[in-house]
């Protein structure tokens, strides 16, 4: 059975950093590409970053490019989201999630998700 | 970048009924496009992909169709557990990203 399970959320002052994590288990983690996805209390989906399973391919959204990093360590099933310089409008759920089909092409979607951990950037 | 508009955003329903919902690509996303479901409280789960292709253990009330730009979730007979929110997504070739629909909220009626 796939499960992921996030952790590192929580309050954080404006312009603070938060790393977030993502253990993964039930499947070969390295053979497969893995995503961050948010949600502000009340809103939609919103697609943050991605990283391919092998070949360090990184992609972000223009909406925290350049103040979030995503890494991997295949040797402990886990996904991280590293984010620094943080603002209100980053406060959500952030969401691991595991992709189905090739980063690079357009058949790419997300089978599997995790519960979630919550971000509260605020003073 | 490709945009998804998803319509109604409210479609109000009683168990039993037909549902059927859109989603609108503003470019061609020949069939790579799927569909979601969130109930309060809970993670997404994957219900279709590849436009119509059920996900693992979705049941058969559930079915997608559509390619190039527009796109259907229906939902057969509507079952008490089926009152969610419901996203269309897709992956933008460039730059990359993936794209989702604002949603649609099936409720009781």
């Known amino acids: 059975e796939v499960q992921l399970l996030e952790s590192g959320g929580g309050l954080v002052q404006p312009g603070g950093s938060l790393r977030l994590s993502c253990v993964a288990s039930?499947?070969?983690?390295?053979?497969?590409?893995m995503s961050w996805v948010r949600q502000a209390p009340g809103k939609g989906l919103e697609w943050v970053s991605a990283f391919s399973g092998s070949g360090g391919i990184t992609y972000y959204a223009d909406s925290v490019k350049g103040r979030v990093t995503i890494s991997r360590d295949n040797s402990k099933n886990t996904l991280y989201l590293q984010m620094n310089s943080l603002r209100a409008e980053d406060t959500a759920v952030y969401y691991c999630?595991?992709?189905?089909?090739?980063?690079?092409?357009?058949?790419?979607?997300?089978?599997?998700w995790g519960q979630g951990t919550l971000v509260t950037v605020s003073s | 970048e490709i945009v998804l508009t998803q319509s109604p955003a409210t479609l109000s329903l009683s168990p039993g009924e037909r549902a059927t919902l859109s989603c609108r690509a503003s470019?061609?996303?020949?069939?790579?496009l799927a569909w979601y479901q969130q109930k309060p409280g809970q993670a997404p789960r994957l219900l279709i992909y590849d436009a119509s292709n059920r996900a693992t253990g979705i049941p058969a009330r559930f079915s997608g169709s559509g390619s190039g730009t527009d796109f259907t979730l229906t939902i057969s007979s509507l079952e008490p557990e089926d009152f969610a929110v419901y996203y269309c997504?897709?992956?933008?070739?460039?730059?990359?990203?993936?794209?989702f629909g604002q949603g649609t909220k099936v409720e009781i009626k």
């Open positions: 999630a595991k992709v189905e089909g090739l980063l690079h092409t357009l058949r790419s979607y997300f089978d599997y």
């Open positions: 039930g499947f070969t983690f390295s053979n497969y590409a």
């Open positions: 997504q897709q992956r933008n070739n460039w730059p990359p990203a993936w794209t």
């Open positions: 470019q061609s996303v020949s069939s790579y």
